[in-house]
Structures are given as C-alpha cells and as structure tokens.
C-alpha cells in the first residue's frame, strides 16, 4: 500500500519524472496559512480605508466642499483593492516563487505545469481566479480527495498538478568524532567496505544525521543492533579494539566508505 | 518503481500525518467503520461496554499501524492482541481523564490568580481597562493553548496500550509522554488540520438543520409567537442534527484512530528511529 499518492511524467524528451502528490492535509494547511495571511493584509486595508474616510471627510468639510461621494469612493477602491490583494497573492506568488505561496513554501508543495514544468503566469491566474468556485460549497476540497490526480477544479482548466517539492537530503553535515578518522583507515584494512550497498549507506547516514533526537534508549539499542549488523555485511572477523562504543564504529564505518567511494556511489 | 522498493518511510510532516491517514482509512473503509459501529454500540451498554468500546477503536489504530509496518493483521488477531486489556482501556481512558481535569482545574485556578491583579488594573481609566482586557484574553489563550498541549502530549496513550503488551499498563501515559516529547506543537498541528479536512462535514452538519428551520421559523413568525409550526420545526431540525452528528461521529471516529496509528508511527520513527533497518537484499548485488 502506498500512503501518498505518486505520479509520472514523461517529458517530451522521453525522460520520466516521479513526483509524490502534495496530498489533502498539506493541501488544507497551506491554504489556512495562505488565508490567515490575506486575512492580516484584508483587516490592514479595511483599518487604513475607516481611518482615511474619516479624515477626508473631516478635511473636506473643513476646505467648506461636500463630503458625500468620497465614502462610495473609498469603497470601490477598497473593494478594488480586496479583490487585488485576494487574487494578486496567488498569482503574485505562484508566479514570482516558480508554483510556490508563503502557505506552500511552509507545507513544501509546489504548483507544476501537467507536464512537470514550472508553473506560468496564465496558470496561476486561472488556478486563482477559479478559486472561489472550489470553496463553494468545499467543491475542490472532494475533488482533491476522491481524483485520483488530486486536482481540483482549478487544476483540470488549469492543467497544473500539486506535487511535494523534494528536499536536499545531502547538504545536512553528520557530525563525527575526531576517532572515527582514524578507526576508518583501520577498517579499510581490514574489512570489505566495498560490501556495503548505497542503500545501507543511505541507512547508516540516516541513524548519524538523526541520532540526536532519539530517546536515550532507542539511541544505545539500535547503535548496537546497526552495528553487528554491518560487522556481518562488511565481513569483519574482530573489532580493531576490544571495547568500541557502537556509535564510534559507525562513525568510522560512514567515514571510510566516504573515502573509497566519495561520491560515486552516492544513494541520491 | 521506487514506491515499491522503499518499504521504509521517512518522518512524516504534518500534512502527509493527515493524508496518510486519510488514504489508511479509505483502503480499510469497510473494515474500521464495521469495527466502529461496533464500538458505537457497545457504548450504550454501561462499564463493561465502555471498556469494550475503548478497545475497539483502539483496535482499529493497531490494525492500522500494522499495516503501516507491513504486517498486516485480520481483525480476530487484532483481537486477540488487544482483548487482554479490556480492563486497562477504561482504567487508563479514566486516568488520562483525571490528568486533564487535574490539570484544568490548576490551570484556572492559576489563572485566577494571574487575573485579580489584572482586574484591578482594569479599574484605573479606560485605556488601562482595554490594556486589561487585552491582557485577559492573553492569559485564556495561554491557559487554553496549555490544556491542549497537554491533552496533545497525551493523546497516543490507547495506541501504546494496544501496540505493547509488555509494558505496564499505567506506562502507557509516560510512553505518550516520552513520545511526543518535543513534538507536543507538532501533534497539535495534525489534530488542527484533521479537524480542517473534516471541516467540509461538520459545516454540513450544521447547514442542513439550519436549512430545515429556517421556512418553520419564517412562517412562525408571520403567525406571532408560539405558533406549534414553529416548535415542531425546530424540533425536527433539532433531530435532525442529533442524527447527522451522530452519523458524522460514526464515519470520522476511525479517521481519528488511523490519525494515531500514523502519528505513532511517525513519532517512533523520529523518537526511537522505528524506520532505520537495513535493507533486506539478494547476495549477489554485493560488491561492486
């Protein structure tokens, strides 16, 4: 069973991209943080619009003029405004951060042409101003949830898809005890490094980059589970030192398949 | 492709939670909500009822986390597994239950005294009584935010008594505890876009009654005041909703317990690295 839906694209190129699908929940809050963010802008242009009425009036009526079409003045611009700011912030976004609103930057979606391209301005309007017909009556909302591309309306006149936007995995640095260098030259001595897969390796840097959150327990119980499980895979007959901590292994482990592979054989 | 070959999942963010308990539930539609209306019915029958009830739906968040792990159950395993704790259910559902009154109770109790001093600064002029009010509403939203942080905190206790049998059964709270540590904000999100998702159905739940009463209470109003029409429409809106909350409670009780088996996979990936495993693979991809 997969959890989060999954997409291809194939490219005129006849290259096939994969994407995960952004998926309802991410979905909902983005646009909650999207409309709470127009709500502040909204609530500033409905203070800034009372308080620049009452003081043209009051101006006004001082120069002796009358005063009574500046309020319906000032609505339309205010409503103007509104319906600006409502659908000058997707496009606005959409279009100035490649498919990407504050409320998707923070969620990780990004908005993609059908066929995996970036997102252009057209797109954006038109997946904006169909906007309101997707609230009505949360018409988008089931369409997201039963289709199985999960577009909305918006989306199908659109032709866009809402993806998950991937993270780096490689720039976050693993901290290493100064040890673990020189274990590593040990190990490549001794030991076939080269048995390990990409995958394994993907594994091992996945426990050193998360390590530091894990509870105590679960910490000392899987460093020393990961580590006779890879003293068989590496085919280790005895450790370099009678007493090793099994964190300090895998460090040396992680440090010395950098070293003979570097970036060759790199698991993303 | 690489859907099928990645049986391990990294964390989770709070979107996918909520997704990937959406999609848990749909592909086990039938099966958890049969489990509930089980559990729905056994409600009604005091104590022993309850307890079972408790188990059931905690039943549902096992066999969802099993499936999360790739090792799905049938109901009656499920069952067995979980049957053995009738008892504990409702003795623990109590104790969370007391916590949080306990906690309630301290919390407005600290609140009135943060609140005395404010009041009296309320009394000094009108800009120190919009100040006050002001300040009040800060410290019911921190009171507020407080309680539900806690209740967050300990929301996975069923999942943890139905998931471990050998632990004791009053750890499970101190298991919610030390699993959602540091991540407190982190559940409360998932529970506040849950609630967002299911959003659609509660505004239901209160439209179509509202759309009942509303002709009732227009022509009851053109006839004066007390007019029969008018108390019988109402009444009937009134069961209406009754009936529709009801519904909506049966069809998203088991949203809420796949949203815990998620929720406690995820936390015991991050907290206790459940999804770190080496790979099972054939000898002869060894070596390069």
Redesign the interface.
């Known amino acids: ?6 997409i291809t694209i194939q490219t005129p190129e006849s290259v096939e991209l ?1 994407f995960t699908l ?9 646009l ?1 943080v999207d409309y709470l963010l127009i709500f502040l802008l909204l609530s500033l242009v409905s203070i800034f619009t009372s308080f620049l009425s009452e003081q043209l009036t009051s101006i006004l009526l001082l120069l002796g003029g009358g005063a009574e079409g500046v309020d319906l003045w000032l609505v339309a611009i205010a409503l103007l405004a509104t319906a600006a700011i409502y659908w000058g912030y997707f496009v606005g976004f959409e279009t100035y951060w490649q498919g990407q609103t504050p409320g998707k930057r923070w ?3 990004r908005v993609i042409n059908d066929s995996g391209k970036p997102e252009g301005i057209l797109q954006a309007t038109l997946r904006s101003l169909l906007r309101p017909v997707d609230d009505i009556l ?1 018409l988008g ?2 369409c997201i ?1 039963f289709g199985r591309q999960e577009k909305r309306i918006g989306d199908w006149l659109a032709g866009t898809l809402v993806v998950q936007s991937e993270t780096v995995v490689g720039e976050a640095q693993v901290s290493l005890s100064p040890a673990a260098q020189s274990l590593a030259i040990d190990l490549m001595a001794q030991a076939n490094i ?2 390990l ?1 990409p ?2 390796f993907a ?1 091992l840097r ?2 050193l980059l ?2 530091k ?3 105590n327990e ?2 000392k119980t ?1 460093s020393v589970q ?1 580590a006779q ?2 003293q068989e ?1 590496i085919e280790l007959q005895e450790l370099p030192q009678a007493q090793m901590p099994a964190e300090q292994f895998l460090e040396a482990i992680y440090v010395a398949y950098q070293k003979q592979f570097g970036d060759r ?1 790199r698991a993303y | 492709m690489a859907s099928q070959s990645s049986p391990s999942m990294r964390p989770l963010n709070v979107g996918d939670v909520v997704s990937a308990a959406i999609s848990l539930f749909r592909t086990n539609f039938n099966t958890f909500l049969g489990l509930n209306l089980k559990a729905v019915l056994w409600f009604f029958v005091p104590v022993y009822g309850w307890a079972r009830s408790l188990m059931i739906q905690s039943q549902i968040a096992r066999l969802g986390f099993q499936e999360l792990m790739r090792r799905p159950e049938t109901v009656a395993a499920s069952l067995q597994a979980v049957e053995p704790r009738l008892w504990p259910f409702l003795g623990i559902a109590l104790l969370v239950w007391l916590i949080q009154l306990a906690v309630g109770y301290a919390a407005s109790f600290a609140m009135g005294i943060v609140m005395l001093p404010i009041s009296i600064i309320g009394t000094a002029g009108e800009a120190a009584a919009a100040l006050s009010g002001l300040l009040m509403v800060i410290v019911q939203l921190v009171v507020l935010a407080a309680q539900m942080w806690i209740q967050a905190r300990l929301y996975l206790w069923n999942i943890v008594l139905a998931m471990e049998p050998d632990v004791d059964s009053t750890t499970a709270i101190t298991r919610s505890w030390e699993l959602t540590k540091g991540n407190g904000v982190r559940v409360l999100f998932v529970l506040l876009v849950a609630y967002l998702v299911m959003l659609p159905l509660y505004v239901l739940m209160f439209a179509i009654p509202v759309l009942i009463a509303v002709p009732f209470f227009g022509s009851g109003l053109l006839e004066g005041e007390g007019s029969t029409a008018a108390v019988l429409g109402l009444l009937f809106a009134f069961l209406i909703f009754l009936l529709l909350a009801f519904l909506i409670g049966v069809l998203t009780a088991p949203f809420f317990q796949t949203i815990k088996s998620v929720l406690y996979y995820d936390l015991r990936s991050r907290r206790e690295g459940l999804d770190i495993q080496f790979r099972d693979r054939p000898r002869d991809q060894r070596g390069s």
């Not at chain 1, 952004?22 to 909902?28: C, K, S």
């Open positions: 069973m997969t959890l989060l839906k999954t994969e952004a998926g309802v929940g991410n979905r909902a809050l983005a909650l969620t990780k979606i949360f909302f089931f949830l080269g048995n897969l995958d394994d594994t996945e426990y998360r390590r959150i894990l509870t679960a910490r899987l990961l499980q890879l895979i054989r």
